[in-house]
């Protein structure tokens, strides 16, 4: 399974574009790469999901380049409730044995001031 | 549609005991998988259920067990409970088993044992 590797943390102003890179160089073909938000005592909340080139929806946009090996989620004007942790995970269907290491790594804790 | 919903919220446990914890998906889901999320290890993979059957499980003890129902809803046991098990045990489910990890999560119960 593909080890991600993200900033620790951003800080950003209310109103600005906010790009956190996640770094997945050994991803696999099967693999999707999907972000999630998470505030403290929540679970995490599913953004985004892309497989290559760019995805959109109404909170996000996803940048995967040609070849794979990272992508970048793009937050359009955030606001003081966008301040969370934000993870990058990189996975599909998982080979069904044991000891599947699907993990979300540290995640990126994005501030945002006023 | 109502979201994933996990009970109970709220537990404490002696250390040597057992607890059972119960996940029921978004309706039409048929993944659901586990996690437990610490300040330390963060969040980690603990198995995943898909139409009755274990299809991976993660790095942890056999005191971590888990089963599916026909109604997709999802029971994780923990015996012999350790101070280490005390966290924040998550549920997620998705619609099918493959095609990435587009999850919803539940609030998740927090267990603490003493």
């Known amino acids: 399974l593909a080890k991600t590797t993200q900033p620790i943390s951003m800080d950003s102003y209310e109103g600005q574009e906010v790009n956190i890179t996640c770094s997945h160089n050994?991803?696999?073909?099967?693999?999707?790469i999907t972000w999630y938000q998470q505030f403290p005592s929540q679970g995490p909340r599913f953004i985004i999901q892309?497989?290559?080139t760019k995805v959109t929806n109404e909170v996000a946009s996803l940048f995967i380049p040609a070849d794979r090996k990272s992508s970048t989620l793009s937050l359009p004007r955030v606001s003081l409730s966008d301040t969370a942790v934000y993870y990058c995970l990189v996975g599909d269907i998982g080979s069904g044995g044991s000891n599947y290491k699907l993990t979300f790594g540290k995640g990126t804790l994005l501030t945002v001031n006023p | 549609k109502a979201g994933v919903t996990q009970t109970p919220r709220y537990l404490i446990k002696t250390r040597g005991q057992q607890v059972t914890l119960s996940c029921s998906p978004i309706s039409g889901h048929r993944s659901v998988s586990w996690y437990q999320q610490t300040p330390g290890q963060g969040l980690q993979f603990l198995f995943e259920?898909?139409?009755?059957?274990?299809?991976n499980k993660g790095n942890f003890p056999g005191r971590f067990s888990g089963r599916q129902f026909s109604n997709s809803r999802s029971e994780m046991n923990v015996s012999t409970l350790e101070l280490g098990d005390s966290a924040l045990y998550l549920c997620a489910s998705r619609l099918r088993s493959d095609g990435g990890y587009e999850q919803y999560f539940g609030p998740g119960t927090r267990l603490t044992v003493t």
């Open positions: 892309g497989y290559k």
């Open positions: 050994n991803i696999a073909t099967n693999d999707y």
């Open positions: 259920y898909f139409s009755e059957t274990q299809r």
